[in-house]
Every structure is written in structure tokens, then in C-alpha cells.
């Protein structure tokens, strides 16, 4: 099974429907909107001056929005309407970026360029069956002293919806739609795996980065199911038994000089 061609299918297609989105609100983030979430721009720190690597960066919001921040920018993504996309968005906005559409294994092993941040966020980690292969690209991307951070969804509210929480070698194939709010008859198959939060620190150990922080959030910036309910000031929430569940983490490390 070619998983890569099967979910680089289905988000070509996603493109287009996000683009059209209120989710991603693309007119907003045009006039000046960042799309960055107070999480990962506290997480990250000053970028100013920066250069900075995006993985898996969908159409280059978050990558222009760091841009923006004085970041010097590169962001890869699977999908060539993605990119495509993000080409023109910053053209538009006359903001200097470099897209690459590759997935993340090719352009591990084609890249020579190294950086000073290495950025993932929000539903990356699912679509990638190598964990291993996944941080040693992280960590040749980097500069000696080099920061890398994840902003990525717990797998405990998976868990609770009924995946899988520990890694597994054989994936979950489905029909789904996307998460945008115009996504009637989009569905497309799509290919992932879980992937615990230790599968995720002890391949980044192994490639080289040292962690310096893991933080769990029981707020998100996005309701990831229907049941999640909306905190003034804080985001969204879901409760089990009456308790908080984490729903966001994230993973600062640095590599190793």
C-alpha cells in the first residue's frame, strides 16, 4: 500500500475545501491576521532574524505567519496543492518563503540545509509511520544548538473516541471527511497511525535532541469533537467523568552540540 500517494490524494483534495473555508478564514489571514495560537508563539519565543523550517505546513498560513514575525521561512508539505497554494499566498502578500512539496521522508533525504528552528503542528504526527525516520529528519535539519518544537494533539482524546493510543505497525485506513465546517461529500481515504507521547520524546532522544520541556494542555484552539465545549479565555474542553482530559501538548528540544 502506497500510504504516501493515498494521503497526499486525499489532501490535494482537502486544499481547495480549506482554502474556501470560515475555518481557515483565508480573507482574515490576507488583511493581516496571523494564524499562529498563543501555544506554539509561547512555545517557539522570538523568531526574529530566524531561520526557520515548517513541516508539514498544509498552504503556508503558519509559515507566513512566522514570516511575518521576521522569520526566514521554508515550509514543506506532501501536497502539491498545497503548495501550489502557498506559493501564491505569499506572492500575494509580497512575503519572502520558500515552499517544498516533498513529504517528509524524500525531503529528509535530500535536504542539506540546516536551521536554527525546526516547527510541527496541530494533526502532523498521524500521517507518519516512521517515527525514527521522522526525528532523524528533524535533527539533520538543524543546526548544532538548533530549537525544535511540536505543538501536536493529545492521543488521549483519540483514545476516548476510540483509536488506538500506543503505536501500532498496522495503520488505520478510513473513509472520513476533513474538519472544516464546508466539508459535506468530501470524503477521501486516508491512512494513519497513533503514536504515544513517549514513541514521540525517545525518537527524538535517539536522533540526537535533548528535550527541555513536554507540556499537557487541557485546552485547545480548535473543538476536535462535538462534545467539546467552549471556555471564555481559554479554548475548548472536554470533560470525562467529570474531569479535564488533555487535549494539546508540546515538545521543545534542542540539538544536542
Not at 135 to 155: P, Y
Amino acid at each position: 500500500m502506497d500510504y504516501i500517494a493515498i494521503n497526499k490524494k486525499a489532501w490535494d483534495k482537502r486544499t481547495q475545501t480549506h482554502l474556501d473555508s470560515t475555518f481557515y478564514d483565508v480573507q482574515s489571514f490576507i488583511k493581516g491576521l496571523s494564524s499562529l495560537n498563543p501555544i506554539e508563539i509561547a512555545e517557539v519565543g522570538d523568531v526574529k532574524g530566524k531561520s526557520l523550517l515548517h513541516l508539514q505546513c498544509h498552504f503556508g498560513q503558519d509559515t507566513l505567519s512566522w514570516a511575518r514575525l521576521g522569520a526566514q521561512v521554508t515550509g514543506v508539505d506532501l501536497s502539491s496543492e498545497a503548495i501550489e497554494n502557498a506559493d501564491k499566498l505569499a506572492r500575494e502578500l509580497s512575503i519572502e518563503a520558500n515552499f517544498i512539496n516533498n513529504d517528509i521522508y524524500s525531503f529528509g533525504k535530500s535536504n542539506s540545509e540546516t536551521f536554527d528552528i525546526v516547527f510541527t503542528s496541530y494533526g502532523v504526527l498521524c500521517w507518519l509511520a516512521d517515527l525514527t525516520l521522522w526525528a532523524e529528519t528533524v535533527a539533520s535539519s538543524l543546526k548544532v544548538g538548533g530549537q525544535f518544537n511540536l505543538v501536536e494533539f493529545h492521543g488521549f482524546s483519540d483514545l476516548i473516541a476510540g483509536y488506538s493510543y500506543f503505536p501500532s505497525q498496522e495503520p488505520d485506513v478510513e473513509e472520513e471527511g476533513t474538519y472544516t465546517e464546508n466539508c459535506s461529500g468530501e470524503e477521501s481515504t486516508v491512512v494513519t497511525w497513533p503514536h504515544s507521547i513517549s514513541e514521540v520524546i525517545m525518537a527524538l532522544i535517539n536522533a540526537g535532541i535533548n528535550i527541555e520541556s513536554v507540556n499537557e494542555f487541557p485546552y485547545s484552539p480548535y473543538q476536535l469533537s462535538p462534545e467539546a465545549e467552549y471556555v471564555e479565555g481559554k479554548g475548548y474542553q472536554v470533560m470525562h467523568k467529570g474531569r479535564q482530559i488533555p487535549l494539546i501538548y508540546s515538545i521543545k528540544g534542542r540539538k544536542a552540540l
